[in-house]
Protein backbone atom coordinates (compact mmCIF):
# COMPACT_ATOMS: atom_id res chain seq x y z
CA UNK A 1 0.00 0.00 0.00
CA UNK A 2 1.49 3.08 -1.09
CA UNK A 3 1.19 6.00 1.78
CA UNK A 4 1.86 10.21 1.31
CA UNK A 5 2.28 11.84 5.06
CA UNK A 6 2.81 15.41 4.76
CA UNK A 7 3.55 17.38 7.64
CA UNK A 8 4.93 21.10 8.72
CA UNK A 9 1.56 22.55 8.42
CA UNK A 10 0.74 25.10 10.91
CA UNK A 11 -0.13 28.69 11.72
CA UNK A 12 2.11 31.34 10.29
CA UNK A 13 2.15 35.49 10.63
CA UNK A 14 1.87 37.19 6.81
CA UNK A 15 5.70 37.69 5.92
CA UNK A 16 7.04 34.61 7.55
CA UNK A 17 7.68 30.85 6.45
CA UNK A 18 6.48 27.43 6.59
CA UNK A 19 8.47 24.10 4.96
CA UNK A 20 5.90 21.27 4.15
CA UNK A 21 7.47 18.04 3.88
CA UNK A 22 5.83 14.52 2.79
CA UNK A 23 7.19 11.45 2.97
CA UNK A 24 6.57 8.66 0.56
CA UNK A 25 6.12 4.96 1.08
CA UNK A 26 5.07 1.58 -0.30
CA UNK A 27 6.90 2.44 -3.42
CA UNK A 28 9.86 4.26 -4.54
CA UNK A 29 8.83 7.35 -6.59
CA UNK A 30 12.51 8.63 -7.34
CA UNK A 31 11.59 8.81 -10.89
CA UNK A 32 8.55 9.88 -11.06
CA UNK A 33 6.72 13.93 -10.96
CA UNK A 34 5.74 15.01 -7.08
CA UNK A 35 3.74 17.50 -6.63
CA UNK A 36 1.33 20.02 -4.18
CA UNK A 37 -2.21 21.07 -4.32
CA UNK A 38 -3.62 23.03 -1.82
CA UNK A 39 -7.49 23.77 -0.98
CA UNK A 40 -8.58 26.79 0.22
CA UNK A 41 -12.28 26.97 2.56
CA UNK A 42 -15.03 27.13 -0.38
CA UNK A 43 -12.44 26.65 -3.27
CA UNK A 44 -11.33 23.78 -5.63
CA UNK A 45 -8.34 22.01 -5.20
CA UNK A 46 -5.25 24.21 -6.80
CA UNK A 47 -2.35 23.14 -8.54
CA UNK A 48 0.74 24.52 -6.23
CA UNK A 49 3.92 23.44 -7.56
CA UNK A 50 5.46 20.14 -8.97
CA UNK A 51 8.73 18.59 -9.83
CA UNK A 52 9.61 15.89 -12.45
CA UNK A 53 12.03 12.89 -11.16
CA UNK A 54 14.88 14.69 -12.62
CA UNK A 55 14.55 18.24 -10.82
CA UNK A 56 12.48 19.98 -12.94
CA UNK A 57 9.85 22.31 -11.12
CA UNK A 58 6.94 24.12 -12.07
CA UNK A 59 4.95 26.62 -10.43
CA UNK A 60 1.42 28.25 -10.52
CA UNK A 61 2.15 32.32 -10.79
CA UNK A 62 0.54 33.04 -7.48
CA UNK A 63 3.35 31.80 -6.08
CA UNK A 64 6.19 31.88 -8.45
CA UNK A 65 9.16 33.74 -6.25
CA UNK A 66 7.57 32.60 -3.14
CA UNK A 67 7.99 29.03 -2.66
CA UNK A 68 10.12 26.38 -3.71
CA UNK A 69 9.94 22.74 -4.58
CA UNK A 70 12.41 20.23 -3.72
CA UNK A 71 12.55 16.63 -3.39
CA UNK A 72 14.67 13.90 -1.87
CA UNK A 73 14.76 10.85 -3.58
CA UNK A 74 16.94 9.02 -1.25
CA UNK A 75 14.32 9.79 1.11
CA UNK A 76 11.47 9.24 -0.97
CA UNK A 77 10.20 12.77 -0.42
CA UNK A 78 9.41 16.28 -1.61
CA UNK A 79 8.89 19.19 0.32
CA UNK A 80 7.87 22.94 -0.31
CA UNK A 81 9.41 25.96 1.45
CA UNK A 82 7.01 28.26 1.71
CA UNK A 83 8.35 32.45 2.08
CA UNK A 84 6.92 35.67 2.52
CA UNK A 85 3.31 34.23 3.20
CA UNK A 86 0.08 35.94 3.29
CA UNK A 87 -3.61 34.89 4.26
CA UNK A 88 -4.21 33.75 0.86
CA UNK A 89 -2.15 31.22 1.41
CA UNK A 90 -4.23 29.78 4.09
CA UNK A 91 -5.47 26.15 2.77
CA UNK A 92 -5.25 22.37 3.59
CA UNK A 93 -1.89 21.45 1.29
CA UNK A 94 -1.93 18.12 -0.08
CA UNK A 95 1.26 16.20 -1.46
CA UNK A 96 0.89 14.23 -4.58
CA UNK A 97 2.22 11.54 -6.97
CA UNK A 98 2.32 9.65 -9.86
CA UNK A 99 4.05 7.27 -11.99
CA UNK A 100 2.96 8.57 -15.56
CA UNK A 101 5.03 10.94 -17.64
CA UNK A 102 5.27 14.63 -16.46
CA UNK A 103 3.77 17.13 -19.48
CA UNK A 104 3.16 21.35 -18.57
CA UNK A 105 -0.70 20.91 -19.04
CA UNK A 106 -1.34 17.17 -17.46
CA UNK A 107 0.73 18.32 -14.23
CA UNK A 108 -1.94 20.71 -13.07
CA UNK A 109 -4.68 18.27 -13.44
CA UNK A 110 -5.70 16.81 -9.95
CA UNK A 111 -6.58 13.80 -12.06
CA UNK A 112 -2.91 13.27 -13.14
CA UNK A 113 -2.17 11.85 -9.65
CA UNK A 114 -2.66 8.46 -8.34
CA UNK A 115 -1.66 9.21 -4.95
CA UNK A 116 -2.89 11.54 -2.43
CA UNK A 117 -1.26 12.34 1.21
CA UNK A 118 -4.07 13.49 3.73
CA UNK A 119 -3.24 16.92 3.62
CA UNK A 120 -2.02 19.23 6.47
CA UNK A 121 -3.30 22.74 6.88
CA UNK A 122 -2.00 25.88 6.69
CA UNK A 123 -3.18 28.99 7.97
CA UNK A 124 -1.70 32.63 7.15
CA UNK A 125 -2.87 35.35 9.97
CA UNK A 126 -2.49 39.09 9.20
Known amino acids: QVTLVESGGGLAQTGHSLRLSCEAAGRSFGGYPMAWFRQAPGKEREFVAA???????YYTNDVQGRFTISRDNDKNAVFLQMNNLTPDDTAVYYCVATTKRPTIPRVRLTTFYEYWGQGTQVTVSS
Open 51 to 57: IWGAGTT
